[in-house]
């Protein structure tokens, strides 16, 4: 293990509602860490499961606690970004799996790349041998995921994996708690226009998708948001601003290929069907994506084994100025 100095030089910051049973195994992943010189920043939003219990249990002079309401994941990232008393706030999530040298990477790069706003690393869906995959993102050089943001295309990352500059997040105004879902997408844009971001083109977070998590409910929502947030990137392009979300809803749903989201749902569901070991319900699943949107699986699949050239997350740019009349009204 890497030795400790007197001041924690990072902070692993983890929201935490009704994090069991899974945030046991977070926990031990991030106190078995390679690297021992940090603080785990917990914000307990009123769990009522045990997890509070439990967290207050582990006796570790690393681990701090807040209790706060249920004020939702937005307002807990903001206060773990404002309760960092390091430079860097190291994302995770109650259910994810920190492996064994994250931290120990992170603190090369970050000492490497000390002017990066964000520094990202790969994710693979967890436990590994019940799941299939690396987690979508995008890769590239700061250049390059710059200038996909300035094409006026969104940046695909694995949230938990993502390692913010505290005092260059917070500059940028943290994460934007006028939205409701899509809030790291909007953030990755904001910081890519200002600050480098960084990649790590390792596999150091194991990505837990189970039934309850927020990642498999509320698809639809979820593309709504998204193309909310590539709307906002849009007007900020072209120094525009944007309308609030219900007066441009109903434009956005128009914009949704509904197909391929329905293979995003079943693809989900072959991949927790293959955790549950239900090889029948994952062959089943997979077949029905691939019937659903040939296309879509075809370019998911290729996105898995794509070594070269920077993913990109949206819809084309083009379709947004065909609805300029309502998006951006004189």
Not at 91 to 109: N, S, V
Not at 255 to 261: C, F, P, V
């Amino acid at each position: 293990m890497v030795k400790s100095e007197e001041a924690p030089s990072l902070t692993v910051g983890i929201p935490v509602y009704n994090g069991m049973p899974y945030v046991r195994d977070c926990m031990e992943s991030l106190l078995a860490q390679s690297y021992s010189n940090f603080e785990i920043l917990l914000v307990v939003d009123s769990s009522s499961d045990g997890s509070l219990e439990y967290l207050e249990s582990i006796s570790d002079p690393r681990i701090r606690i807040i209790e706060g309401p249920r004020a939702g994941l937005i307002a807990a990232l903001n206060l773990l970004l404002r309760e960092a008393k390091t430079t860097w706030l190291v994302r995770q999530d109650a259910d994810d799996i920190a492996y064994p040298k994250r931290l120990e990477t992170i603190i090369r790069y970050a000492q490497d790349f000390p002017e990066a706003g964000i520094i990202f690393s790969r994710a693979e869906y967890y436990p590994p041998d019940r799941s299939f995959g690396l987690f979508r993102d995008s890769r590239g050089t700061p250049e390059e995921l710059r200038a996909v943001v300035r094409s006026g295309y969104l940046l695909a990352f694995c949230h938990p994996t993502a390692v913010l500059n505290v005092e260059k997040t917070l500059r940028i105004g943290g994460y934007d708690r006028t939205l409701k879902h899509a809030e790291d997408a909007d953030l990755w844009w904001r910081a890519a226009l200002e600050f480098d971001l960084q990649i790590i083109p390792e596999v150091l977070v194991g990505y837990r998708m189970h039934a309850t998590s927020m990642m498999t409910q509320g698809l639809h929502d979820d593309a709504v948001s998204g193309l909310y947030v590539q709307y906002r990137l849009l007007s900020s392009l072209i120094g525009r601003d944007p309308l609030p979300l219900e007066r441009v809803q109903v434009v956005l749903d128009s914009l949704i290929d509904g197909r391929a989201l329905r293979a995003k749902s079943h693809l989900r569901t072959f991949n927790m069907r293959v955790g549950q070991r239900d090889l029948f319900g994952a062959i089943l699943a997979f077949l029905t994506a691939t019937f659903t949107s040939p296309g879509f699986v075809a370019r998911r699949i290729l996105d898995e084994f794509q070594s070269k050239g920077v993913l990109r997350n949206g819809i084309d740019p083009a379709l947004f100025q065909r609805a300029r009349k309502e998006l951006w009204p004189e």
